[in-house]
């Protein structure tokens, strides 16, 4: 059903009150995040919870206002997500306990890989892995369950590797062919996904080589010691096996493009190598229970619990606070876009494009704000794709090309790196289910890639480049579309 046809959700105050689920929630993580320093992602559930009751007594009808916060959690653009998440937790958790990272972490040290060396390693592998596979949340798991806490045994600094993990899923993200929003940006302007790709790898460049100078020299000002047990090499050799499924599943990622069907492979293929190898048992009986323990069961619990208490269910449960926060902003996702709160936002910044440069301002403004607010990139995308951002590229004449590599770069700035969004909470709940937890006001500043991506776009609307890029490649009838370009 189009926005034209369907109900608006109205509420007392207007329109502009379609926002107030995120204004609400923002004001209380800016308390829990900030001022208390949570470190876990499940301190966001009240912030969330509540900015969704409290929009509801603003609400005129409180049924349509509840249909929009269960279409929201129930929408397929929410569940896919957590479903990757759950699958992609499990994943990371076995190769966690296998101690894969004490293995890497051992050999790089026995190569003299220093810690800043080591984050240089992590942004160019995650950034490799999410190029290939399109996932950027793929790439936080994988990153986060193994190059994470093999830096931190090296002495790297824990923000500064959380923040390249996430650099490399932006790079990625914005790069990959296969990736949802390069996608998006191409289908939205018109134009195809190859030539997208090609014209859009000097911003990306760019913004990769100023990443990895900001790590140099953060890494270089931030590092701690190399631990007693890495510089002793004290690590079973037998744990490197594992990256046997990992490289596989990787393969399978790239093949597919799919996290779920690579992440079963390598679930499966991570069991069966870790137990073949030693490294956790299949089934295990505690020397006090007579009950048996599923993959590698730990502590001295009940016997029901040291039952479930395994890989499978850590790696499950690991990913319980993230799924849920993710369901509570679907739901303020989808009350703003019932309340055509988005739909006015746009509609303002567009009334302020006056030229070319004013435009491509415009339309940046509108994905980064649009992207910031709803946590996610690609249904920003969508939403300002075809119905602002094409018309103003064709009111100044800027390329379709330019148009679909604007919105994909600034959709791959901030939504990467403020504290509500579901990749830095999902980082987050990695981070905490490790020795060197974090909060999200630690990792931010270190999510180089999203500030450098930002200032190359920024110094790129300012001086024109890629404005009219590829655009004599354009089939006549769509150039004549253009006004006036040829005159630029």
Not at 317 to 341: H, N, T
Not at 404 to 410: E, K
Request: proline residues 5%; charged residues 15%.
């Amino acid at each position: 059903i189009s926005m034209e046809t369907k109900k608006k959700l109205e509420f007392y105050g207007g329109t502009w009150m379609s926002f107030l689920p995120f204004i609400i929630f923002i004001a209380l993580i800016i308390v829990t995040t900030f001022m208390w320093r949570s470190i876990s992602d499940g301190a966001l559930w009240v912030p969330a919870f509540a900015a969704i009751i409290i929009p509801f007594f603003f609400a005129k009808d409180k049924k349509h206002y509840a249909d929009a916060v269960i279409d929201g959690m129930a929408s397929r653009e929410a569940i896919i997500p957590v479903v990757c998440w759950i699958f992609a937790g499990v994943f990371s958790r076995i190769l966690r306990d296998s101690g894969l990272a004490s293995g890497i972490a051992g050999v790089a040290a026995g190569m003299g890989v220093g810690p800043t060396t080591f984050a240089v390693i992590t942004f160019i592998g995650s950034a490799l892995f999410a190029t290939a596979s399109g996932t950027g949340f793929g790439t936080i798991a994988a990153g986060m369950g193994v190059l994470y806490p093999a830096g931190v045994a090296l002495g790297a600094d824990p923000a500064l590797l959380a923040g390249a993990v996430i650099s490399g899923g932006a790079f990625g993200d914005n790069l990959a062919p296969v990736s949802d929003t390069t996608i998006c940006s191409a289908t939205s302007q018109g134009v195809d996904v190859p030539g997208v790709v090609r014209s859009r790898v000097k911003y990306a460049a760019a913004a990769g080589i100023l990443t990895i100078i900001c790590i140099i020299v953060y890494g270089t000002l931030n590092h701690g010691e190399v631990s007693q047990e890495v510089l002793n090499y004290e690590y079973d050799p037998m744990t490197l096996m594992m990256l046997i499924p990992v490289v596989i599943t990787v393969i399978i990622a790239i093949k597919t493009g799919d996290i779920i069907i690579a992440t079963t492979f390598g679930t499966v293929l991570g069991i069966i190598t870790a137990c073949l190898c030693g490294l956790f048992d299949l089934v295990h009986i505690d020397s006090d229970s007579t009950v048996p323990a599923v993959l590698g069961v730990h502590g001295d619990a009940d016997a029901l619990e040291r039952v479930v208490d395994g890989v499978l269910y850590t790696g499950i449960s690991g990913m319980l606070q993230v799924c849920i926060l993710a369901l509570l902003l679907f739901g303020s996702i989808s009350v703003m876009r019932e309340g055509q709160g988005d739909i006015l936002l746009l509609r303002c910044l567009g009334k302020i494009a006056r030229g070319p440069k004013s435009a491509e301002g415009t339309i940046s403004v509108m994905i980064i704000v649009l992207s910031a607010i709803m946590g996610l990139n690609a249904p920003a995308i969508l939403t300002v794709g075809a119905s602002f951002a094409k018309p103003l590229s064709k009111k100044y004449g800027i390329s379709p090309y330019r148009t679909a590599n604007l919105m994909d770069a600034q959709s791959n700035t901030l939504v990467y790196c403020l504290p509500w969004t579901p990749a830095m909470v999902y980082t987050l709940g990695f981070a905490a289910d490790s020795n060197a937890p974090l909060a999200a006001i630690d990792i931010m500043p270190c999510v180089f890639y999203s500030f450098c991506m930002l200032v190359v776009m920024t110094v790129s609307i300012f001086t024109g480049t890629g404005r009219y890029d590829l655009m004599d490649k354009l089939p006549p009838e769509v150039r004549k579309e253009y006004a006036g370009w040829e005159d630029k």
